[in-house]
């Protein structure tokens, strides 16, 4: 795996120099470089320090590992591939994804997942460790979001107005119905353990990932949430 220091690198020259090696690659000293690994499709890369805005933007199958936190958009628009991020992240990560998947140990911050969306045979797959701002799954039109809130904080597992124009695909929250207010826009139950069957696949990749026990999070609670699919926007745009 070649090494490449981004120290005196701006987001041209790292992302050029990824481009050219061909091959996996660690970049160390990373402060906030853009763009990286966008679109690639066969490699794998590790990525040391603080990735900047749209890591692993429109990717097609290369795995990265963030080292560190991530600024936003994390994975705008992939197709394929995985993003494991050993920190936070900003806002809109997986913003407009359409496959692949992407797992956060901490926390997310604003419109995480907002216009996710699934094509054919493609799913996308989100999973947050920690807790996730506002907005989560705005306009959602397929794709799994999962929440697992194992932050050490006393914030909500959400913050407000989570799947606002929800469409499609599902969430789970590892919380009880009632602790959040969706304000009646989507369908909210209690997830049985065949619901549970869908999101273990990706609960044991997360906890491999980042040394989670995957016993203790599925007998965990789990809420959850699909669309209302009556009429997904009556709360945002009629008055009732």
């Known amino acids: 795996m070649k090494k490449i220091s981004a120290e005196n690198l701006d987001y041209r020259e790292l992302n050029n120099a990824l481009h050219e090696c061909h091959c996996d690659a660690t970049v160390t000293d990373c402060l906030g470089q853009r763009f990286i690994a966008a679109g690639k499709a066969h490699y794998n890369y590790v990525i040391e320090g603080i990735s900047g805005n749209a890591l ?40 407009a994804m359409r496959g692949g998947e992407i797992y956060v140990k901490g926390n997310a911050g604003y419109r995480a997942g907002i216009h996710m969306k699934a094509y054919k045979e493609k799913k996308p797959i989100m999973v947050i460790g920690g807790k996730a701002g506002s907005f989560l799954g705005e306009y959602q039109a397929g794709g799994l979001i999962v929440v697992l ?44 353990k065949e619901d549970l069957e869908e999101i273990k696949p990706y609960i044991s990749n997360f906890c491999k990932e980042f040394g989670y026990d995957e016993k203790e999070i599925l007998n965990s609670e789990f809420t959850l949430v699909t669309p209302d699919t009556k009429n997904p926007y009556k709360q945002m745009y009629v008055a009732n």
């Open 56 to 95: 692993g933007a429109y990717l097609n199958g290369s795995v990265i590992r963030v080292n560190g936190n991530a600024q936003d958009a994390v994975g705008d628009t992939m197709n394929a591939g995985q993003i494991f991020i050993n920190g936070n992240v900003g806002d809109a990560v997986g913003y």
């Open 149 to 192: 809130g194992l932050s050490d904080n006393n914030k909500p597992i959400v913050g407000n107005f989570p799947c606002t124009g929800m469409h499609g695909g599902k969430m789970f929250l590892r919380t009880k119905p009632e602790s959040v207010d969706f304000s009646g826009r989507v369908n909210v139950n209690k997830a049985e």
